[in-house]
């Protein structure tokens, strides 16, 4: 069989698509919560380190010789560490698809579909991301880039709509939080940049792995630019005192837009894009989880095994919320030591071994023929 | 041309039997002419339409031969010019040595293409074909002499396809027109025509054509890879070829594309496509194939590239309506009645009133009965066609109405929906939508707009993940190939589309100028 490619693009794509969908619902709130009007400049300077972060884990992959990840990290760290890294990984992945999942979910039923029972929804959505799996991570790259595509084509209509409610000098007085406000405002951003590191898993199906440093700079900036405008668009339109009381402040601002007398309501097409983002997302993070097992616990069947995710993820993503409020405090709270542990420490754990561990490397590179 | 046959006849016990090529037991010719008639005859069952005439020549007045043809599946002037040539054969023989079957072959027979046989089956098989045969007394070969011909349908305009301007010419059901037709369009020498015979019983003649060096030879291998693995009986049109040969059986969506048009054909020839013709139908089989090729027409390059631009436009626009439209309508009416304007929302609020179904189902039963009418309309005798129409628009439509079974608007969602499924200039991709509709409905219907989201990122993860002969279907746009964006949903001018398509095309860098040294035109300056 073939082995699947992956273009530069389709992983710009792939690295803005796990990282935006969920972060610019939770993103304005929590920075504009903390740093008010001056929540832009905490986007400002989380992208910066989102960017820091990107070099960093792309430096990390550009060691990979072209194997799979888990195979990487066994060929470097050894079967036990290769093994146990697979595994969490492959338990984070999975937590993360059942959060998004729910946090999908929510919405849905909150902003939409009051009466239908979450647990349909969210069997619809697990089918979805999961048939998306099954058609390989080509699909699922090519559909990323489709989808960043109406994304780019809808962020600017959603300016030009939103252009006359546009107030600019509700940004000001620029630093009006003080530095320490605004540098707490930076770790909910900081952590979902953090998220790049998905490319462990995308980079060996690359085209061009080595183009893995611009992939994961571009998808960077690009997802820290779509945060920097929702944050600028909520503060502007709203005051940064009307922005704290929203659950949704993106939907809220194009929810404002009127075209002429006949047109209202038109944030279902912006939701519907953000919608299909979410959908990319989540199959990506089902994906990471599938690979991680499969690889780790050496299953020869990666079909059983999204199966088998698939069936868990819908009872995990029920029963472990059974209110929106615990998912809420969970988003905010709880995913902080979360996202830090598995998108910055284990890293850096693995830099670190990748480091000690050098000389095998080119050891076995050199007797690669 | 003659081809020595290499049939071994098997050694010892059975001198009238060998094998062919694939190990089929074969009966082989003898010297007996008699002996030789009954067993063709045989294997030919006899038929009335198998014609036998005994002859003999003036230079061999002892030696007998036989002309066997069928009659109705060959050429009656090449059977007269032939039978003219042979009865009136004025030739002296020089040579001693010389045969009646020699002389026969080189002397006697005017028609161009001639081939030696050695066995009943294969004697039999060209007979059935449209060959006339000629078995000598005394030979261990007969002449298989290619007059194949017989009634046929003349060039038409294409009745799937028509254009307002464009060649009229289309394909016939005769595999030799068509091939002339390509021909006579593209006159390369490296255009290439492979031949294949496949179907157990009716043994099927297909073409596989392609132009050399601009076809990728990994695509030209895998057609013919694909097309040898087809084992079957009978093949009776292009469409059973293409279910054997696609690269995803499970998908609603069109993976090989099709026409009966020659210049549609040998446009994707000059493209690097490759085209499949098969014997019996005027439909030949184009690949690979991208999803935005669904969408043009031959006509988009015979008229100007802005009016050409605006069409393809309209037809996404109305493949997208045909699909999504009733869907749409039931979940902005069942789900999200807030997205309508307040006085729209209450002219359908009263229209629905004394309808006692939900959207969902009154949207089914229109779409099912639209979709019985337009089965209809295909299938019953043409002259009854305008009582369907009354049947259709009044009875089923007004009548529902004012009997409060469906609303107004649902009948007007229906009938635009029906009108933009016709725009599609490729059948298969409307029947597509048509499939696809029924299922969003029901999304829709269950889901509202998150289900028809649902359902639209199925189908972008699906068609994502679709290829055809290896090429990925949604190509160019994922992954992106930008040079090749200028002749997708817009064309431009021809001018400025200088290199054939990256990708479909080879990749060696001379072939894939299509353009020379054309220039945007520029009058002025040709002056200076």
């Keep these: 069989m073939m082995k699947p490619e992956i273009s530069t693009l389709q992983t710009v794509a792939i690295v803005i698509n796990a990282i935006t969908p969920t972060a610019v619902l939770s993103v304005p709130s929590a920075t504009i919560g903390f740093a008010s009007n001056d929540g832009w400049i905490s986007v400002l300077i989380a992208a910066a380190a989102g960017v820091i972060i990107a070099i960093a884990m792309a430096a990390i992959c550009r060691g990979n010789p072209g194997l799979l990840f888990v195979e990487w990290i066994e060929s470097r760290l050894g079967k036990t560490a290769g093994i146990l890294i697979g595994f969490l990984f492959g338990v984070y992945y999975f937590n993360a698809f059942c959060m998004i999942v729910r946090q999908f979910a929510n919405f849905i039923a909150d902003m939409v579909l009051d009466e239908t029972p979450i647990v349909m929804l969210i069997i619809v959505m697990v089918a979805v991301s999961a048939f998306s799996i099954a058609h390989g991570i080509e699909a699922i790259a090519r559909s990323a880039a489709l989808v960043l595509l109406m994304v780019i084509i809808v962020i600017p209509i959603s300016i030009g709509l939103n252009f006359d409610d546009i107030n600019l000098k509700r940004l000001l007085p620029f630093f009006d939080a003080g530095a320490a406000r605004i540098g707490l405002a930076t770790i909910s951003p900081i952590l979902w940049m953090s998220e790049v590191s998905i490319l462990f898993i995308v980079q060996p199906y690359m085209k061009y792995p080595k183009s893995v440093m611009r992939a994961s700079v571009i998808g960077s900036v690009g997802s820290s630019v779509q945060l920097l405008v929702v944050t600028v668009m909520s503060v502007s339109i709203f005051g940064a005192e009307v922005v704290r009381m929203m659950s949704y402040p993106l939907f809220n601002t194009v929810g404002i837009v009127e075209v002429g007398e006949f047109l209202e309501r038109i944030e279902i097409f912006t939701v519907s894009v953000w919608g299909m983002t979410m959908y990319v997302k989540m199959a990506v993070f089902l994906f990471g989880s599938v690979h991680c097992f499969t690889h780790a616990l050496r299953l020869k069947s990666s079909t059983h095994v999204l199966f088998g995710i698939s069936m868990l993820a819908i009872v995990t993503t029920i029963v472990t919320w059974p209110r929106n409020t615990e998912l809420g405090q969970f988003v905010i709270v709880d995913s902080v030591p979360f996202l830090t542990l598995f998108n910055l420490i284990i890293p850096a754990c693995i830099a670190i071994g990748l480091l000690v561990t050098r000389g095998k490397g080119a050891e076995k590179e050199a007797q690669t023929p | ?528």
């Excluded at chain 2, 026969?104 to 066995?119: H, N, Y």
């Excluded at chain 2, 007979?127 to 005394?138: D, K, N, P, Y």
């Excluded at chain 2, 009354?390 to 007007?412: C, N, P």
């Design chain 2, 1 to 528: 041309m003659f081809n020595n046959n290499k049939n071994k006849q098997t050694a010892g016990d059975d001198k009238q039997t060998g094998t062919d090529r694939n190990g089929q037991v074969e009966q082989l010719l003898v010297p007996d002419l008699e002996q030789n008639m009954e067993r063709l005859q045989r294997f030919l069952g006899d038929g009335a339409d198998i014609v036998c005439r005994m002859l003999t020549h003036r230079s061999f007045p002892n030696q007998r031969y036989t002309l066997f043809y069928m009659d109705g599946i060959v050429d009656g002037a090449s059977i007269g010019t032939m039978l003219l040539g042979l009865l009136e054969d004025a030739n002296k023989v020089t040579e001693d040595t010389e045969g009646l079957y020699t002389h026969l072959i080189d002397r006697s027979i005017a028609v161009g293409k001639i081939r030696s046989a050695t066995a009943i089956e294969e004697v039999g098989y060209a007979m059935l074909e449209g060959s006339s045969v000629i078995l000598v007394e005394g030979s261990l070969k007969a002449i298989l002499i290619d007059t194949t011909g017989g009634e046929s349908r003349s060039v038409e305009e294409p009745t799937s396809q028509t254009v307002v301007r464009g060649p009229k010419e289309g394909f016939t059901e005769n595999l030799r027109t068509n091939t002339a037709l390509v021909r006579r369009i593209i006159k390369s020498p490296k255009l290439r025509f492979d031949y294949k015979v496949i179907g157990r019983e009716t043994r099927t003649n297909i073409a596989v054509v392609y132009l050399q060096g601009i076809a990728q030879d990994d695509v030209v291998q895998e057609v013919h890879r694909r097309i040898d693995q087809i084992e079957i009986d009978a093949i009776l049109e292009s469409g059973y070829i293409e279910e054997f040969i696609q690269d995803k059986a499970f998908t609603p969506f069109p993976l090989i594309q099709n026409t009966e048009r020659p210049d549609a054909a040998c446009a994707g020839i000059l493209e690097g496509q490759v085209v499949i013709m098969v014997s019996g139908t005027p439909f030949v089989l184009i690949a690979p194939v991208t999803f935005v090729k669904f969408f043009q027409s031959s006509e988009d390059y015979y008229q100007r590239y802005d009016i050409s631009t605006f069409l393809r436009f309209i037809r996404v626009a109305s493949f997208f309506i045909s699909m999504l439209l009733p869907s749409l309508y039931i979940a902005i009416t069942t789900f999200h009645q807030e997205m309508l304007p307040t006085p729209l929302l209450i002219s359908l609020a009263a229209q629905r009133e004394g309808v006692p179904f939900p959207a969902l189902v009154e949207a089914f039963l229109m779409e099912i009965t639209f979709e019985i009418l337009r089965e209809a309309g295909v299938r019953m005798p043409r002259i009854i066609g305008p009582a369907i129409s009354i049947v259709g628009a009044l009875v089923l439509g007004q009548a529902a109405v004012q009997a409060g079974l469906v609303s107004a608007a649902m009948v007007i969602v229906v009938s635009f929906t029906a009108i933009a499924s016709f725009v599609i200039p490729a059948v298969n991709m409307g029947s597509a939508a048509r499939l696809i509709r029924f299922a969003l409905m029901i999304l829709g219907g269950s889901f509202g707009l998150f289900g028809i989201m649902s359902g639209l990122m199925v189908l972008l993860a699906h068609m994502s993940g679709l290829r055809s002969f290896g090429k990925p279907y949604l190509l160019p746009f994922s992954p992106l190939i930008v040079s090749n964006l200028k002749d997708t949903f817009i064309r431009v001018p021809w001018w400025a589309m200088r290199k054939r398509p990256i990708g479909m095309s080879s990749n060696r860098v001379p072939n894939q100028h299509r353009i020379g040294g054309g220039k945007r035109p520029d009058p002025d300056q040709e002056g200076a």
